[in-house]
């Protein structure tokens, strides 16, 4: 009997020894994030940022689970940053432009800076992150940036050059609408989801933006010329944050993962950025869009225009205690450097 118990113990504590892990497992509540972004479901950053979430669930092995909502459903774009930090969602993407003062040291990278590449763009936009730490940002997690490529003059009429932006109306946003003022062209702030319309009826001459939603909007259809030319090429940076709140309660196991997903998705939505502007460049030659390359003479006079805008900047930084001199001095010096 002794013997039969000795036994009987041994299998209990064996069985106990495997079931344990699976109970633990089983009863670990499974962390739930909600992740608002703008760009729409069936876009490539879209998807890229919906693979971002899937990802931590496979590190994660399911400990944690990303609901994804694309397409402005949960919070709309001019509110998602308040929205991660009320809780409304717990992590978000946005333009920092949507914002207009809300992140004052950061909108450098929105200067009409010589951009060349979205690789270019979302690599600053990242290291400016890590030199200055803004505290413009100290109410979220940040996860990552990203920037789109070079942003250029594109107009429904066959144009030679930035001169024959002069008089023209654009649609631009509030942090590049200087850009279009000193070429002697009529900014417009219209919402990209209104554009196409404002091109096709008529409100709008052209558009300031990135060759990437030429094709993706469709506004080929009405575009005519791109005015390539790299002295006033701007980003748009873009956030990706999480609740502060909700980033402290996650394991350290777990923000560990993130940490490391978030440095590989720098890379990879850089060079999404480039491929897209890349298969949109190549798509406008196709369907006839002319493509007015600036020559370096060019160019030159065009820098001489941006210089005003830059020096505003600094000037506004200045006035609020903001370090924008030095800023400015190390994103041109990073682009100049990392062609």
Not at 52 to 74: A, C, D, H, M, Q
Not at 132 to 156: A, L, N, S
Not at 284 to 297: F, L, S, W
Request: proline share 6%; hydrophobic share 40%; glycine share 8%.
């Amino acid at each position: 009997m002794k013997k039969f118990m000795v036994i009987f113990g041994l299998f209990i504590a064996l069985t106990l020894m495997i079931a344990l892990p699976s109970l633990t497992q089983a009863d670990e509540k499974v962390i739930k994030l909600k992740y608002s972004n703008f760009f729409p479901p069936s876009h490539k950053n879209s998807i890229l940022s919906e693979q971002w979430g899937k990802e931590i669930e496979k590190r994660t092995n399911g400990r944690v689970k990303v609901t994804y909502f694309p397409g402005s459903t949960l919070t709309p774009p001019t509110q998602t940053y308040d929205s991660v930090v009320k809780g409304i969602a717990d992590i978000g993407q946005s333009l920092v432009g949507y914002s207009p003062g809300r992140f004052p040291l950061t909108e450098v990278l929105a200067l009409p800076l010589g951009y060349s590449s979205g690789i270019q763009a979302t690599n600053l936009t990242n290291e400016f992150y890590r030199k200055f730490k803004p505290k413009e940002f100290d109410d979220t997690q940040v996860m990552y940036f990203h920037g789109h490529g070079p942003g250029f003059f594109h107009t429904k009429k066959v144009i030679s050059s930035i001169d024959d932006i002069k008089g023209l109306r654009i649609k631009a946003n509030a942090e590049n609408a200087a850009i279009v003022t000193a070429v002697g062209g009529a900014p417009v702030s219209l919402p990209i989801t209104e554009t196409y319309d404002g091109l096709q009826k008529g409100l709008i001459d052209g558009v300031l933006l990135p060759i990437e939603p030429i094709k993706g909007w469709k506004f080929f259809e009405m575009i005519r010329t791109t005015v390539e030319n790299y002295a006033m090429a701007y980003t748009a940076p873009i956030f990706v944050v999480m609740n502060k709140d909700k980033w402290n309660s996650l394991p350290k196991d777990i923000q560990e993962i993130i940490v490391q997903i978030n440095s590989e998705w720098i890379v990879k939505q850089g060079q999404q950025w480039t491929d897209l502007d890349r298969e949109s460049k190549d798509f406008c030659v196709q369907k006839g869009i002319r493509m007015a390359v600036a020559t370096p003479e060019q160019e030159a006079q065009t820098a001489d225009r941006m210089k005003p805008i830059l020096a505003e900047y600094v000037s506004g930084m200045k006035s609020k205690g903001l370090p924008g001199d030095e800023a400015l001095q190390f994103c041109r010096e990073y682009i100049r450097n990392n062609r």
